[in-house]
């Protein structure tokens, strides 16, 4: 055994926290114990955040620290440069700007909707070099892997003096980014909207903080998963019908996950009504997965749900979670608790199943929301949209799902993706192959951003009928279900009338009348409530909705 | 829109938080504020606990609530009875003791390693109800979703009078078991081993806990990373090399899990001697998702880890961490923060590979743990042995692994099992049909436990050499490879000698020749530490074994 001591005794093996350390000791004369004065949080970033760092920025489809990131926006570039940027949601401007700005240089993120078409252009033009994209939980596991922080700048509702959070309802992503910074001598510096003496309860204590600061406006979050049922159509009402009847009922669905579709929202809009009518109230959709979706009050108020556990709060549902905390996660303080982290975790390995809806689908069921010249992520769609290979016990949904009897063979996660053929301006939904391979070439990319493999799908739905992917192992015989529902897409064309009908016939795929449907019965009527204002009817007004919602 | 007003006043909404008041009330004069006397515990279990409550006890392979269990078994039959229990990992007699006493009546777990021969005989003699078996990181989830337990007892360090709690460096599952309880008005129950009046950090803070109350003795912890070099053998030493030669360096295996075996305890050992002579440093091996091995000591020393990230402590290694804190993921106080739920998170999707032993494998590589008359689940091997199907990002390793030049195309995981071809006792590994099949019967189990799947399995290595399963989908090519490599066993004795030149030939198994590799070097002399004495010097001291592996 050979062991150089020269080696040993040469190298620090604590260079991370003498750093922080010494950077800490850098701004001493600008802040107030853990306090950054609010006005000169600039200056303070300049000192805290060395070029080349990788700082991960809360911002995820809802939250967002956006104090901070207008603050790191005016950093002077010739003193914070090259920075790696890790942004879960690339929502704000500001984001971008940082690398128009020189500030930063690379980036890591799951999910660019509002932004998706500029950092496309960015990433051709050089401007911007691109890590990866990611599902939000393969970005957190990264977090403690290969991407570890050096600086997290994060977002709560409240602090103490002592640096304790409160992060409220809308916890979501805050303690894992926390995490990982803080446990490997990162800084991590909080926006919060107020410093008060006692907290309603601590989400993260002060040992994982190292400064607070009060932001000039409360940090932004966005009502993503408010619904206004007026907007559901009868198409979607009747697709609706077809989930609760030909899916939810037939595999006895207990636990799930529903995404922001109209779709999903007309399916909690009709178990009160519908769903009461078939007799399945306590048989299906009793446990969720799920922000706290406005149009899931009425199932909640007519005894439908058991429970709720939640990514992230939603604008104007405080009250109503607080009154309602049989069904929700909340604090000692009765508001909200949600995990971003932990919701995936349970999305992903403890629900029967996951639904989504999809832009673009290919002949073998393969589909993507990113579309030519954007490019847009993932969030966390494909981690509950696919088979989790180390699942291991069974719910009867999962087990249902076993088509072998082979010693060995198991269940099935159910992902169901739902989509009408055809999208406004007459672009067919189907495909035969999908813009995600475009936009691979273009950001060059490695992998196409594809959201769900066609081999994780379990079910497909249109207006036509439900194609039950499952049952079938040939891929020529899913193409085959898959055009026989894709309608007069370019997809659908091929499909052949016989061999539909042989499709039928085997249960591959069932049309509204084959699971006692009839078209004419999906209308607005059925749904629990219309519009917004019947929702905060049947909250008894514990719901508040977003002004921009109160149009009634 | 109807909605019943009469239903909407008569219900109550908030009955768990209202029955938790009650609760505590009824301890009132047993209790000092949160902290139960440490021999009133009985006493006050059996007013917190109700019949027929959902209780997770705190107990993975590791660390143990082990006061809580002794005193859970003292508790009145009577008056608690037909719990619900969901326990990681029975290790501990009184587990089960608690369903022969008919104080507990149903169990979900996840592994059973100590008791599962027990278990086995108490399911077939219908004294348990088993709910399922699960991985840990599923348990973890179900605890949102349909597993929402009503009682937690767990295991911490150290409290202060308020109940903030200590865990230090085992945090393993214990914010995760908190939080599901804490945040639906279950009661959090946690023994520590002192209070004190400042805590080194905080690791939960006391929003989240209801009572601690001082152990009569130290938690149990089980050092079960701890690999003595000494039992380490030439056959081992022969496999650690094909797999650094045979996989890492041809695939660029940056960040991986090793798990407790003597097979890659022994790559550990080589990394500064063998490792070092191919001139891999920092090409492979750089960032880790495992416990602090003390056989990764001199890898650590010779400069080949930059990061480790680790789901519990391991004991003796508490001042070599604190130490090396660049290494580590530590808290400010300097000790080892783990946890297992982000470590199990990260093991399965931001590292390249996994890589585990096995005792039984079939011929399409399906293999498990499980032997007859033993319900052992399964921890977390199946999380890190899959492919997971909702990774998203790159990196080189896992793109290596791609086969196909389909535009959507992706890479995968490396999932390597190494096995010798006999076990002990003359037990051939290689097996026409799993022993998990018989258990699954035997237990009443709806799928047969399988640890990993054998379309998951990209690597299989054994003494004879390397199958790279990952590059054939054949079901027939892939049982010709593993037929190749099984040596004389009975899936061994079916090869070719003929088809066995060809698949070499192809590249798509590997004998130690192929590699660079002669079987005469693989000697214990390369091992870089061959005995814990060795361990102990290269961590200059600081890594303090447990008694039982001191006999140098």
Chains 1, 2 share one sequence.
């Not at 994209?133 to 892997?145: D, K, M, N, Q, S």
């Not at 446990?183 to 410093?195: A, H, L, P, S, T």
Request: one cysteine or more; proline letters at 5%.
């Amino acid at each position: 055994m050979v062991i150089s001591k020269v080696e040993m005794e040469r190298k620090s093996w604590t260079t991370r926290v003498e750093a922080k350390k010494k950077t800490i000791e850098s701004v001493q004369g600008l802040v107030d114990g853990v306090i950054i004065p609010t006005k000169r949080i600039v200056e303070v970033l300049e000192r805290l955040i060395k070029p080349g760092d990788r700082v991960v920025l809360e911002g995820n489809n809802q939250k967002q620290a956006s104090f901070l990131s207008k603050s790191l926006v005016q950093v002077d570039p010739k003193k914070v440069h090259d920075l790696h940027m890790i942004i879960s949601s690339i929502s704000r401007p500001e984001h971008l700007d940082l690398f128009e700005y020189g500030i930063a240089r690379k980036i890591d993120f799951s999910y660019a909707g509002p932004q998706s078409l500029r950092i496309a252009q960015m990433i051709e033009d050089g401007k911007i070099e691109l890590g990866d994209l990611h599902t939000y939980i393969e970005l957190y596991g990264r977090l403690f892997v290969d991407l570890i922080p050096q600086v997290a700048l994060v977002a709560a509702d409240k602090a103490d003096r002592y640096g304790n959070l409160y992060t409220g309802p809308n916890t979501e992503e805050t303690p894992t980014l926390v995490e990982a910074t803080a446990f490997r001598d990162g800084i991590v510096i909080v926006q919060v909207n107020e410093i008060v003496d006692e907290l309603p309860r601590v989400d993260i204590p002060s040992s994982w903080v190292d400064f607070v600061v009060v932001a000039d406006e409360p940090y932004e979050l966005e009502p993503l998963f408010t619904r206004d049922p007026r907007h559901i159509t009868d198409i979607q009402i009747l697709q609706a019908m077809m989930i609760i009847r030909g899916i939810y009922e037939k595999h006895g669905v207990k636990s799930l996950n529903h995404g922001i579709g109209f779709n999903t929202a007309a399916v909690e809009l009709l178990l009160p009504t519908y769903g009461e009518s078939l007799g399945l109230k306590g048989k299906i959709c009793t446990n969720w997965v799920l922000n706290p979706h406005p149009t899931l009050i009425p199932a909640i108020e007519s005894g439908w749900v058991e429970s709720v556990y939640c990514f992230g709060g939603e604008l104007g549902m405080e009250k109503y979670i607080e009154a309602r905390r049989d069904i929700f996660f909340t604090g000692k303080d009765g508001s909200l608790r949600s995990n971003r982290t932990l919701a995936q975790l349970a999305g992903q390995y403890a629900v029967d199943l996951f639904i989504g809806s999809t832009l673009q689908m290919d002949a073998l069921g393969n589909s993507s929301t990113v579309t030519r010249g954007r490019v847009a992520g993932y969030g966390g769609a494909p981690n509950m949209g696919h088979n989790p290979g180390g699942r291991r016990h069974a719910t009867d949904a999962w087990y249902n799902l076993k088509t072998s009897d082979d010693p060995l063979a198991r269940g099935k996660k159910l992902v169901v993706q739902v989509a009408e053929t055809f999208q406004e301006a007459n672009k067919p939904v189907f495909v035969e192959s999908l813009d995600a391979i475009h936009v691979k070439d273009q950001a060059k990319l490695r992998v196409a951003p594809v959201m769900i493999y066609g081999e994780d799908v379990t079910h497909i739905v249109t207006e036509e009928g439900i194609a039950y992917l499952y049952k079938s192992d040939s891929m020529a015989e899913r193409r085959e279900m898959i055009a026989a529902i894709a309608g007069v897409t370019p997809i659908g064309m091929e499909h052949n009338p016989k061999s539909t009908e042989k499709l039928r016939e085997k249960g591959l795929i069932a049309m509204p009348e084959d699971l006692g449907i009839r078209r004419s019965d999906a209308k607005r009527s059925l749904l629990a409530a219309k519009n917004i204002d019947e929702l905060v009817q049947w909250s008894g007004g514990l719901y508040n909705p977003p002004a921009r919602f109160r149009s009634w």
